[in-house]
């Protein structure tokens, strides 16, 4: 089974205006036999999940609204059964709100983390490979993912520094486990700009990067993704173009051409990656 559930990071709706490069091939989708990661979309006004099951075109499979006005996502398998669940971050609040169930209702989990009205993304992960994904912050001043153990109000475990401080335009903080072998979850970061992935396995340490590649064309407003799309034991990397409601996934982290294209949802929400169904 993989050893990780993917998360979706990217916090900003950026839109596009321009159609996908040429060259991506396998258009019509994959669908991965077991445990696999697979597509979804937020709808940022209604704080509404549409979660799919499988990494084809058709209607969602999971439909729920979740989380106050301003939210973000922020899933995850909160505890650890194997399911990725929805969860928000309010930066107005500074607070997280997670669910280990895909029904609405009140949150499992309700607590502050990190300043109130924070610019800070989001993030969501296994830092530590155990007892499931939890939270944590990226700042771009710093260039430091403020990572904590537990999904509960208190300081980052680990502030790890990665990646250039006060880049711009703005990095996208990623998370997934790159390499596998073990349930530990790291970091990355995504140029919008130039389409550059920088991954790194470990996020507890500063240091170079364990992958660097480009996937997809810089500067069209595409939101980067973070899923295990054919069930082996790592995650990997895709894109989002907002305007064409077109996922672009890759099942290696290198660059080349995407494996899986699919179109899902309507056009311009927040793209969402996980393995809802457990299987
Ligand atoms: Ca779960
Ligand atoms: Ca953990
Ligand atoms: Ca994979
Ligand atoms: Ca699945």
Do not use: C, H
Not at 85 to 106: P, Q, R, W
Not at 226 to 234: A, E, Q
């Amino acid at each position: 089974m993989p050893l990780n559930r993917a998360r979706v990071i990217a916090s900003a709706l950026v839109v596009s205006t321009l159609a996908f490069a040429a060259g991506l091939a396998n258009a019509g989708g994959v669908v991965g036999p077991t445990e696999t990661d697979t597509i979804g979309v937020f709808n940022a006004t209604t704080r509404t999940f549409f979660f799919r099951n499988s990494n084809d075109a058709g209607v969602a499979d999971i439909v729920v609204s979740f989380g106050p006005a301003g939210s973000v996502p922020a899933i995850g398998d909160f505890d650890a059964n194997g399911t990725t669940t929805i969860g928000v971050y309010s930066a107005t609040l500074g607070e997280f709100f997670l669910k280990n169930t895909n029904t609405s209702g009140a949150a499992n989990l309700r607590f502050r983390f990190g300043p109130i009205n924070s610019t800070l993304p989001s993030l969501i992960g296994n830092w530590d490979g155990v007892s499931g994904d939890t939270i944590g912050l990226y700042s771009p001043v710093n260039g430091r993912f403020l990572l904590r153990n537990s999904n509960t109000a208190g300081l980052p475990d680990v502030e790890t520094p990665f990646g250039p401080k006060n880049a711009s335009p703005a990095l996208v903080p990623l998370v997934g486990n790159w390499s596998g072998g073990d349930s530990i979850d790291g970091i990355g970061l995504y140029n919008p700009a130039t389409g550059l992935f920088v991954l790194k396995d470990d996020p507890t340490t500063g240091g170079v990067a364990d992958f660097s590649f480009t996937f997809g064309a810089g500067g069209q407003g595409y939101i980067p993704v973070v899923g295990n799309w054919d069930d082996d034991d790592t995650d990997n990397i895709g894109v989002y173009d907002p305007a064409t409601r077109t996922f672009f996934l890759r099942t290696t982290n290198a660059g080349g051409v995407a494996d899986i294209v699919v179109r899902y949802g309507p056009t311009n929400l927040t793209p969402v990656a996980g393995n809802y169904d457990g299987n």
